[in-house]
Each structure stands twice: as structure tokens, then as C-alpha cells.
């Protein structure tokens, strides 16, 4: 079951660790934004991972850094490397769908729908118009 669960949980791990090294870099407004999905984030991972424990099944551990793909320096680097974050966990959580069924499918689609949104809050963020995608986690 881990294993269907592992390319989202991993990608929530990424978001985390992106909005903590984005953040000192962002406005004050959007320092709270991002607080708030950072928050989200660690929610999920923690309801999953609890729920996967409760499975006894043990989930893949956090790593200590990650590589991000785009380094935030500023304002803006640090809004594109959390919108590119946002729609890795799309993409992950969207993958996980097709091997899942029941409790794991229903966080599975939660989690996607919940990366989505925030996307589309940063791609909005990043002056892109439409912020919207018609489908969330899908390969652009």
C-alpha cells in the first residue's frame, strides 16, 4: 500500500521543505499566504503518514534537503519554485490515482485537488493568465 502512496508523500516532503527555503524571500502578504499552504501541506503528510501507520505500513522517511528547480534568490524565484512545487505535488498525487482504491484513492484525490487550488493561488501570484489548468497534475 506504501507503495502506491510513496510519489505523493514524497512530493509533500518537496513542497515543504520549497515554501521553508522560499519563504524568507517572499512580501509580507505573501509570507502568509505561503505559511498557510506550507501548513496545509505538513497536514496532509501527517494525516497520510498517520493513516499508513495505522495501515502498518511504514512510509518512505523525509529527507534532510532537496533539490529544488529553481533556487529562490528573490520575490519572484521564490513564487515560481513554489508554483513548480505545487504542480510536482499535482503531478504526483494524480499519478497514485490509477493503483488506488478506497481510503488511499480518496486522500489521493483530496490531495490533488488541494494542490490545484494552490497553484492556481501562485500561478496567479506569478501574473500567469489563466491561473487555472484545465487538468490538475497533468504532464503540461
Known sequence: ?????????????????????SGPHLSDELADVARESERRHRDLRDRVTGWLSQQNVEAPAMQPVYTLPVEPVDADTAVEAITLAEQRCAQAWRSVLADTEGEARRVAVEALA??????ARWRRALGESPSTVPFPGRSR
Open 1 to 21: 500500500m506504501a507503495n502506491q502512496l510513496d510519489p505523493g508523500i514524497i512530493a509533500e516532503y518537496e513542497a515543504i521543505f520549497t515554501y521553508g527555503d
Open 114 to 119: 488541494e494542490s490545484a487550488v494552490a497553484g
